[in-house]
T-cell receptor
């Protein structure tokens, strides 16, 4: 069964350093989402792509976060510089219209710890 | 904007018994979808069940079923014949078309043997 791949699974960094996360969606899924999940809370959308175009980045802290999906397939989320408050789980999801429903399928996530 | 309220931070159930998790939401959209996801301690988010808001018939998926009350904006999840593997954090989430999921705060479900 096809799955969303993410790497790394765990990342420890010091504040002010740069970090990058990678996501490979399920083949054929044109829509890709990055969510941030703080421990004990529900995930919140950071950015959504339709193919290579950004559809929604209203909650992305653009002074330090950037995201790209250059060829409309895999995607990279970057934080520079990292801050203590960025410690969280970063989840990637992808979707495709199945009988009109864009069900999102999630990857295993990247757990970021900023020291 | 959509908001979601899961009023039960924690629930527990005996193995083989039935439990219901509640969810209410607020949306100005007329066309939307509703999902329940589970997140076990391994933390991978897994789809449990989905419902189209325009459908009156409640969705079912094996031991999982929903009670969808559109006018009341209520979308509860019933788990029958609970199993140890059902232990997880459960999230209710509405979604507009291909837009973002809006997650609630979640309900931690514990299953006792």
């Amino acid at each position: 069964e096809a799955e969303v791949a993410q790497s790394p699974r765990y990342k420890i960094t010091e504040k002010s350093q740069a970090v990058a996360f990678w996501c490979d969606p399920i083949s054929g899924h044109a829509t890709l989402y990055w969510y941030r999940q703080i421990l004990g809370q529900g995930p919140e959308l950071l950015v959504q792509f339709q193919d290579e175009s950004v559809v929604d980045d209203s909650q992305l802290p653009k002074d330090r976060f950037s995201a790209e999906r250059l060829k409309g397939v895999d995607s990279t989320l970057k934080i520079q510089p990292a801050e203590l408050g960025d410690s969280a789980m970063y989840l990637c999801a992808s979707s495709f219209p199945d009988r009109g429903i864009y069900t999102q399928y999630f990857g295993p996530g990247t757990r970021l710890t900023v020291l | 904007a959509q908001t979601v309220t899961q009023s039960q931070p924690e629930m527990s159930v005996q193995e083989a018994e039935t439990v219901t998790l509640s969810c209410t939401y607020d949306t100005s959209e007329s066309d939307y979808y509703l999902f329940w996801y589970k997140q076990p301690p391994s933390r991978q988010m897994i789809l449990v069940i989905r419902q189209e808001a325009y459908k009156q018939q409640n969705a079912t998926e094996n031991r999982f079923s929903v009670n969808f009350q559109k006018a009341a904006k209520s979308f509860s999840l019933k788990i029958s014949d609970s199993q140890l593997g059902d232990a997880a954090m459960y999230f209710c989430a509405p979604q507009r078309s291909y837009g973002k999921l809006t997650f609630g705060q979640g309900t931690i479900l514990t299953v006792h043997p």
